[in-house]
C-alpha cells in the first residue's frame, strides 16, 4: 500500500489546516477493509495516534488532546481520508503520518501504533502562537 500525505504547512493558532492522505496499490484487502489514521511525531517525544477510521462503517476514534477540534473523515470511492483540523494550537505542531491497518476492527483499540502495518511520509505541520 502506499499513502501520499499532503496539506502540511504553517498554520496560526486558533486557525485551521487540512490533511490529505491518498492511498493505493492495496493487495489482498480494500480501502473498504482497512483501518486508516493519522499519527504524529513532534520533535524528542514519541509518534502518537491522533485520529483513525474504520473504512468498512465509518467508526472514528480521537485521542483526547484533539477531540472536539480534528475530525477524520474518509472517501471510500476515492480511497482517501482527511484530517481537518481546527482551533489549531501551537503543541499541534509535529510531523503528521498517514497508515493502513489491514483490518477495520484496529479502530476499536484506538489507535495504537503499532497495529498499523503501513505507512506514508511524513508532512510537517507547524503552528504559530
Known amino acids: 500500500v502506499q499513502l501520499q500525505a499532503s496539506g502540511g504547512g504553517l498554520g496560526q493558532a486558533g486557525g485551521s489546516l487540512r490533511l490529505s492522505c491518498a492511498a493505493s496499490?492495496?493487495?489482498?484487502?480494500?480501502?473498504?477493509?482497512?483501518?486508516i489514521g493519522w499519527f504524529r511525531q513532534a520533535p524528542g517525544l514519541e509518534r502518537e495516534g491522533v485520529a483513525c477510521?474504520?473504512?468498512?462503517?465509518?467508526?472514528?476514534y480521537y485521542t483526547d488532546s484533539v477531540k472536539g477540534r480534528f475530525t477524520i473523515s474518509s472517501d471510500n470511492a476515492k480511497n482517501t481520508v482527511y484530517l481537518q483540523m481546527n482551533s489549531l494550537k501551537p503543541e499541534d505542531t509535529a510531523v503528521y503520518y498517514c497508515?493502513?491497518?489491514?483490518?477495520?476492527?484496529?479502530?476499536?483499540?484506538?489507535?495504537?501504533?503499532?497495529?498499523?502495518?503501513?505507512w506514508g511520509q511524513g508532512t510537517l505541520v507547524t503552528v504559530s502562537s
Open positions: 497508515a493502513v491497518d489491514d483490518d477495520s476492527r484496529a479502530v476499536l483499540r484506538g489507535c495504537p501504533v503499532v497495529m498499523y502495518d503501513y
Open positions: 496499490g492495496f493487495y489482498g484487502f480494500t480501502f473498504a477493509d482497512a483501518a
Open positions: 477510521i474504520s473504512g468498512s462503517d465509518g467508526i472514528t
